[in-house]
């Protein structure tokens, strides 16, 4: 006689409640964020009694890669199990907000120095999946009026019209302006078409009477100004 034992697979706790208080995500957020690992991170933003396993889940899902993270959709957000449409977007907030923190503040701030453009723009443009082509405009102090999305996709002297480039100044009737744009191969290094691109720009800033300051190009970590390497500028 063949006899058949049927196992019931032991109740696994969920994890939040084996850990004692002070190792608890919210717990570890609320002491010491800047702390934290990722797991944890999203493991508070998602919340609920499942958190861990869900957070565990996001990051196997996309290889534990913040970036990939970052680029979701909501909807790819919500096909990880245990995350429903509001989870997702909350999500897609909190990641896009850490984004924000380089962005003008309300005070303008004044751009004295190719660094002082890259840093407003790079943690965000770094992360981009095409190359974008955004003008920072500049006030007579060179404080930031604004920074505006101007192009998106490769920047080649064929596709770029440099008249969209200047519309946004001479809407804000803005004295000077910077270019900046996106390597989404993460290297920053200028292409030639950077550089006919850049001379162009320059010639017309002339015409225009808009002091074209430079133009950076950001990638990955890193970023490149092709005023201080002396191509395109005369």
């Not at 924000?100 to 309300?106: G, V």
């Not at 192009?151 to 809407?171: D, L």
């Not at 030639?192 to 990638?219: E, F, Q």
Request: aromatic residues 4%; hydrophobic residues 40%; charged residues 20%.
């Amino acid at each position: 006689m063949e006899v058949q034992l049927n196992f019931t697979p032991a109740y696994k706790p969920c994890k939040l409640k084996t850990l004692p208080i002070r190792d608890q995500p919210a717990y570890r957020v609320a002491s010491n964020a800047s702390g934290c690992n990722l797991a944890e991170l999203l493991a508070a933003v998602v919340g609920g009694s499942q958190q861990i396993e869900v957070a565990e889940g996001l990051l196997s899902r996309f290889g534990g890669d913040i970036q990939r993270l970052y680029k979701a959709t909501v909807t790819e957000l919500a096909s990880v199990h245990g995350i429903g449409q509001k989870t997702a977007v909350r999500l897609k907030a909190s990641l896009t907000l850490a984004t924000r923190l380089h962005e003008p503040a309300c005070d303008r701030p004044q751009i004295n120095s190719p660094s002082d453009a890259a840093a407003l723009v790079q943690c965000e443009m770094s992360l981009l999946d095409v190359e974008h082509l955004r003008v920072m405009l500049l006030d007579s102090r060179n404080r930031v009026l604004d920074i505006v999305d101007v192009y998106r996709g490769s920047v080649n002297s064929s596709q770029v019209r440099i008249s969209e480039v200047f519309r946004p100044a001479v809407q804000r009737n803005a004295p000077a302006l910077i270019v900046i744009h996106s390597h989404p191969s993460g290297d920053p290094t200028p292409s030639p078409d950077d550089v006919t691109v850049t001379r162009a720009i320059v010639s017309a800033g002339k015409l225009m009477d808009v002091d074209v300051l430079d133009h950076i190009v950001i990638g990955g970590n890193r970023w490149v100004s092709l005023k201080e390497r002396g191509l395109g500028f005369t």
